[in-house]
C-alpha cells in the first residue's frame, strides 16, 4: 500500500512492542508514519483492556474518526490489541465505519486484512492462532539500541481480577533458539539492550520442550544463553510472578554479568484474605521471604512493584496489612492501580465491591507512603558512581537522560548521544529520578 500510516498505542509495553511491529509491517509494505490524523491513509488503534474505560476510550476514539472517514473514504481505521480480541465483533458492529479488527494472535495477518478490506469491505481475525509470534515481524524501532523482545505470550495463571489470559491466552513460548537469533540480528543493527518480554516471562519454556529431547528449556537456561551474546550489554525483563523467582532463576540473574540489578516483583496486596481470593498463589510472610532471598542473592538489586487497592472486599484491616508490607519490603518504586472490574472476570461479579471514596482515600494514603519510601531510596544512590546508559534528551534541551542498570533515571547536565554509556556521580535524589555528573573515562595508558 502507498501513502501514511499513524498508530496510537494504548496500554502496557507488550503492546507497544506489537505497534513497532505493526509500524515494521506498514513501512515494509512501502508506507511512511504520519503525525497527522488528517493526512494518514491508515489509522491503526492498537487497545488496551486493562485500564479502567479503555473501552469508552476506544469508541470516543472511532466517534471522533467518524467524520474523518465520511471525508476521506479512502482511510482505513484498523483496531487492534486486546479490545480487539475481546469485543471482536461488537466493534465493528458500534462502529461499523472500522475497516479491520486484528486480534492479539493474528497481528502478523494485519497486510492481508487490509489489502482484503480494500477490495471486500470490512474484515476481522480474531482466530487463536498459536504458531504466529510478533517478534518474527519486521519492526520499526524508535530507539536504535534498545529494543524488546518477546519471549512468550499469553498466561496459564488465573488471577480474578485480570482480563489478560481472556485476551492473550495460555502461555506459548518462542524457541531458545528463535529468541537468540533475533538478539544476534539486534545486536548486529547496534542493539545494546533487550528486555525479554512476557505475560509471565519467568515461567518460560513450560509449554514447550527442546527440540530432539524431553526436556522443557527454562528460563534461567534462557537468561544464561542470552547472556553469551557477545555485544549485548544489558538484559532486562518483564513481567515475572513472584512464584517463578526459583532459586535457578535467581542464580541465573546472579552469574550473569548483563542481566541488569531490577526486578519487578508485583505484590498487587499485603493481605493474605485478598491474596486468596485474588487466587495469588503466595502470602504476605512468603513474599517477604522470597525478596530477602533475592537480595541476599545480589544485593544492588532495585525491586519495583504492582498494587492494587480496593480489591472486593478489602477491608481496612487488609488494607493496613499492604501499607504494612509496602514499608517491609521497601520497593524503590510501585505501580499503584485502583482496582476496576474487567468484563470476564471472577473479581467483577465478587460481593462487596468497594466505593470509589474509599479506594480514591486508601489509594493517596498508599502513594503518600510509597512516595516516601521511594525518596529515601533514592538518597541512598547520593555520593555513589554508576554506569549510566544514554537515552536521550533530559528534561532541559541541553541536559540528557540516562538509566541505570537499576533502572533509575538519571539527568546529566551535559547533551550526550543517546547510546553511549558512562560513569555519573550521583548529586541529588527524587523519589522519580536522580541528578548526576559525568565522571571523566581515566585515560587511557
Ligand atoms: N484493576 C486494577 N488493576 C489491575 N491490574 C490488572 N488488572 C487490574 C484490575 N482489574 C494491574 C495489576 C497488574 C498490572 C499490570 O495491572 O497490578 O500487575
Ligand atoms: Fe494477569 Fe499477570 Fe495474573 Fe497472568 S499472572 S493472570 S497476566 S496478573
Given at each position: 500500500?502507498?501513502?501514511?500510516?499513524?498508530?496510537?498505542?494504548?496500554?502496557?509495553?507488550?503492546?507497544?512492542?506489537?505497534?513497532?511491529?505493526?509500524?515494521?509491517?506498514?513501512?515494509?509494505?512501502?508506507?511512511?508514519?504520519?503525525?497527522?490524523?488528517?493526512?494518514?491513509r491508515?489509522?491503526?488503534?492498537?487497545?488496551?483492556?486493562?485500564?479502567?474505560?479503555?473501552?469508552?476510550?476506544?469508541?470516543?476514539?472511532?466517534?471522533?474518526?467518524?467524520?474523518l472517514k465520511a471525508e476521506h473514504p479512502d482511510l482505513r481505521i484498523?483496531?487492534?490489541?486486546?479490545?480487539?480480541?475481546?469485543?471482536?465483533?461488537?466493534?465493528?458492529?458500534?462502529?461499523?465505519w472500522?475497516d479491520?479488527?486484528?486480534?492479539?494472535?493474528?497481528?502478523?495477518?494485519?497486510?492481508?486484512?487490509?489489502?482484503?478490506?480494500?477490495?471486500?469491505?470490512?474484515?476481522?481475525?480474531?482466530?487463536?492462532?498459536?504458531?504466529?509470534?510478533?517478534?518474527?515481524?519486521?519492526?520499526?524501532?524508535?530507539?536504535?539500541?534498545?529494543?524488546?523482545?518477546?519471549?512468550?505470550?499469553?498466561?496459564?495463571?488465573?488471577?480474578?481480577?485480570?482480563?489478560?489470559?481472556?485476551?492473550?491466552?495460555?502461555?506459548?513460548?518462542?524457541?531458545?533458539?528463535?529468541?537468540?537469533?533475533?538478539?544476534?540480528?539486534?545486536?548486529?543493527?547496534?542493539?545494546?539492550?533487550?528486555?525479554?518480554?512476557?505475560?509471565?516471562?519467568?515461567?518460560?519454556?513450560?509449554?514447550?520442550?527442546?527440540?530432539?529431547?524431553?526436556?522443557?528449556?527454562?528460563?534461567?537456561?534462557?537468561?544464561?544463553?542470552?547472556?553469551?551474546?557477545?555485544?549485548?550489554?544489558?538484559?532486562?525483563?518483564?513481567?515475572?510472578?513472584?512464584?517463578?523467582?526459583?532459586?535457578?532463576?535467581?542464580?541465573?540473574?546472579?552469574?550473569?554479568?548483563?542481566?541488569?540489578?531490577?526486578?519487578?516483583?508485583?505484590?498487587?496486596?499485603?493481605?493474605?484474605?485478598?491474596?486468596?481470593?485474588?487466587?495469588?498463589?503466595?502470602?504476605?510472610?512468603?513474599?517477604?521471604?522470597?525478596?530477602?532471598?533475592?537480595?541476599?542473592?545480589?544485593?544492588?538489586?532495585?525491586?519495583?512493584?504492582?498494587?492494587?487497592?480496593?480489591?472486593?472486599?478489602?477491608?481496612?484491616?487488609?488494607?493496613?496489612?499492604?501499607?504494612?508490607?509496602?514499608?517491609?519490603?521497601?520497593?524503590?518504586?510501585?505501580?499503584?492501580?485502583?482496582?476496576?472490574?474487567?468484563?470476564?472476570?471472577?473479581?467483577?461479579?465478587?460481593?462487596?465491591?468497594?466505593?470509589?471514596?474509599?479506594?480514591?482515600?486508601?489509594?493517596?494514603?498508599?502513594?503518600?507512603?510509597?512516595?516516601?519510601?521511594?525518596?529515601?531510596?533514592?538518597?541512598?544512590?547520593?555520593?555513589?558512581?554508576?554506569?549510566?546508559?544514554?537515552?536521550?534528551?533530559?528534561?532541559?534541551?541541553?541536559?540528557?537522560?540516562?538509566?541505570?542498570?537499576?533502572?533509575?533515571?538519571?539527568?546529566?547536565?551535559?547533551?550526550?548521544?543517546?547510546?553511549?554509556?558512562?560513569?555519573?556521580?550521583?548529586?541529588?535524589?527524587?523519589?522519580?529520578?536522580?541528578?548526576?555528573?559525568?565522571?571523566?573515562?581515566?585515560?587511557?595508558?
Amino acid at each position: 500500500m502507498n501513502g501514511t500510516f499513524l498508530i496510537r498505542t494504548f496500554g502496557c509495553q507488550m503492546n507497544e512492542h506489537d505497534s513497532e511491529r505493526i509500524g515494521g509491517m506498514l513501512r515494509a509494505d512501502g508506507m511512511t508514519p504520519t503525525d497527522d490524523v488528517a493526512d494518514a491513509r491508515v489509522i491503526v488503534l492498537n487497545t488496551c483492556a486493562i485500564r479502567e474505560n479503555a473501552d469508552n476510550k476506544l469508541y470516543g476514539n472511532l466517534g471522533h474518526l467518524k467524520p474523518l472517514k465520511a471525508e476521506h473514504p479512502d482511510l482505513r481505521i484498523v483496531v487492534a490489541g486486546c479490545l480487539a480480541q475481546k469485543d471482536q465483533g461488537v466493534i465493528q458492529q458500534k462502529a461499523p465505519w472500522v475497516d479491520v479488527v486484528v486480534g492479539t494472535h493474528a497481528l502478523p495477518h494485519l497486510l492481508d486484512l487490509l489489502r482484503r478490506a480494500e477490495a471486500d469491505g470490512p474484515q476481522m481475525d480474531v482466530a487463536e492462532y498459536t504458531d504466529l509470534f510478533p517478534s518474527a515481524l519486521p519492526s520499526a524501532r524508535d530507539d536504535a539500541f534498545r529494543a524488546w523482545v518477546s519471549i512468550a505470550v499469553g498466561c496459564d495463571n488465573a488471577c480474578t481480577f485480570c482480563i489478560v489470559p481472556f485476551v492473550r491466552g495460555a502461555q506459548r513460548s518462542r524457541a531458545i533458539g528463535d529468541v537468540l537469533a533475533e538478539i544476534q540480528g539486534l545486536v548486529r543493527e547496534g542493539v545494546v539492550e533487550v528486555t525479554l518480554l512476557g505475560q509471565n516471562v519467568n515461567t518460560y519454556g513450560r509449554d514447550v520442550t527442546i527440540p530432539g529431547s524431553s526436556r522443557r528449556p527454562l528460563f534461567a537456561d534462557l537468561l544464561r544463553q542470552v547472556n553469551d551474546v557477545e555485544g549485548l550489554r544489558r538484559i532486562r525483563f518483564t513481567s515475572p510472578h513472584p512464584h517463578d523467582f526459583t532459586p535457578d532463576v535467581i542464580g541465573a540473574m546472579a552469574e550473569s554479568d548483563k542481566v541488569c540489578e531490577h526486578i519487578h516483583f508485583p505484590l498487587q496486596s499485603g493481605s493474605d484474605r485478598v491474596l486468596k481470593a485474588m487466587q495469588r498463589s503466595y502470602r504476605r510472610e512468603r513474599y517477604l521471604g522470597w525478596l530477602d532471598a533475592i537480595r541476599d542473592a545480589i544485593p544492588a538489586i532495585a525491586v519495583s512493584t504492582d498494587i492494587i487497592v480496593g480489591f472486593p472486599g478489602e477491608t481496612e484491616e487488609d488494607f493496613a496489612d499492604t501499607l504494612d508490607v509496602v514499608s517491609r519490603a521497601r520497593f524503590d518504586s510501585a505501580y499503584t492501580f485502583q482496582y476496576s472490574p474487567r468484563p470476564a472476570t471472577r473479581a467483577a461479579s465478587m460481593p462487596d465491591q468497594v466505593s470509589k471514596e474509599v479506594v480514591q482515600e486508601r489509594f493517596d494514603r498508599l502513594v503518600a507512603l510509597q512516595q516516601e519510601i521511594s525518596l529515601e531510596k533514592a538518597r541512598e544512590q547520593v555520593g555513589t558512581e554508576v554506569e549510566v546508559l544514554v537515552e536521550g534528551a533530559g528534561p532541559r534541551r541541553s541536559s540528557t537522560q540516562a538509566r541505570t542498570r537499576t533502572n533509575r533515571i538519571v539527568h546529566l547536565a551535559e547533551r550526550l548521544d543517546p547510546g553511549a554509556f558512562v560513569t555519573a556521580r550521583i548529586t541529588d535524589a527524587a523519589a522519580h529520578h536522580l541528578t548526576g555528573e559525568v565522571v571523566p573515562a581515566p585515560a587511557s595508558v
